[in-house]
């Protein structure tokens, strides 16, 4: 026999019971009733002092569900909590209900004592592409952690980022193969003409993937100064290396020129 649904009022009425599990529970029932659950807003922010960190953390994801940017300024201050999951989930919920107003939140994150919290900053500020992250992203490029260098290089992407540049061009000296790799790709996507002998010399990385990006960007900077390094890379043992060189190549190719030049290669 099927089980009838809880009433929405004893839901409501759950979320303050003694016990968490009860609280969790009801917090998940509520959050299934989309026709109702904006009613308990004011409800889920109070548990946002719940002693339990699974109620508190499924209350920051409810306020994130709820979508109403009055949580905000309840929620920034948890950025500083002492959990980690916390800190965490409230950064995504922040963005999430607001983006702009949660971009100093993402710059604060990035020095976060949590290498987690600052990836996740990172990450976000990439997607949002705002400029006046630049500095606080070049500054990310020195941290001590391969993936958070690499998230901040992958933000940099932002049109007109032209600091970012030499910075960026540093990283292709990096020992991380992955570092390489996506210095190349951004360097290409910013079209400056200053990556275009850089990633010449990058041609001859020891690892496919980084030769292979590098061509890539020389294919998008179009940069005339690329061709004889191309036409050799265009004979590259790695087959994904040389189809890159020859899209490179083609990029290069002057208008009105039949052959181009893939038959030099």
């Known amino acids: 026999m099927k089980t009838p649904p809880i009433p929405f ?3 409501l009425a759950e979320l303050a019971d ?9 917090l998940t029932s509520i959050m299934r009733c989309r026709n109702e659950r904006e009613q308990a807003f004011a409800l889920v922010l109070a548990l946002l002092n719940d002693p339990d960190d699974q109620v508190r953390n499924a209350a920051i994801k409810a306020l ?11 929620l920034r201050p948890l950025l500083t909590h002492q959990n980690i999951r916390t800190r965490l989930l409230v950064l995504q919920t ?11 939140c993402l710059l604060t994150a990035l020095h976060d004592q949590s290498a987690s919290m600052s990836w996740e900053a990172a990450r ?19 941290d001590e952690y391969d993936y958070i260098r690499e998230a901040a290089i992958t933000a940099l992407a932002i049109p007109g980022a032209v600091r970012a540049v030499e910075p960026l061009i540093a990283m292709l ?9 996506e210095a190349a790709r951004v360097l290409g996507v910013l079209g400056d003409v200053r990556a275009v002998e850089p990633l010449i010399a990058l041609l001859g990385d020891a690892h496919w993937k980084v030769r292979e990006l590098a061509a890539e960007a020389l294919g998008e900077l179009g940069d ?6 191309l036409i050799v ?33």
Do not use: K, M
């Open 9 to 11: 009022t004893t839901l």
């Open 18 to 26: 003694p016990n968490s599990r009860v609280r969790r529970r009801a």
């Open 64 to 74: 994130g569900t709820l979508g109403d940017p009055q949580a905000f300024p309840a």
């Open 94 to 104: 922040l963005v999430q209900l607001d983006e702009q107003q949660a971009f100093p």
């Open 124 to 142: 976000a500020l990439g997607t949002l592409g705002d400029a006046r992250a630049v500095e606080a992203l070049i500054a990310a490029l020195s």
């Open 173 to 181: 000296d990096d020992t991380s193969v992955s570092i390489r790799q």
């Open 224 to 229: 005339a100064r690329a061709l004889a390094s």
């Open 233 to 265: 890379a265009r004979r590259d043992e790695n087959r994904w290396v040389s189809r890159a060189a020859a899209g490179a190549l083609a990029r290069l190719r002057p208008a009105g020129t039949e052959s181009g030049f893939l038959l030099l290669g």
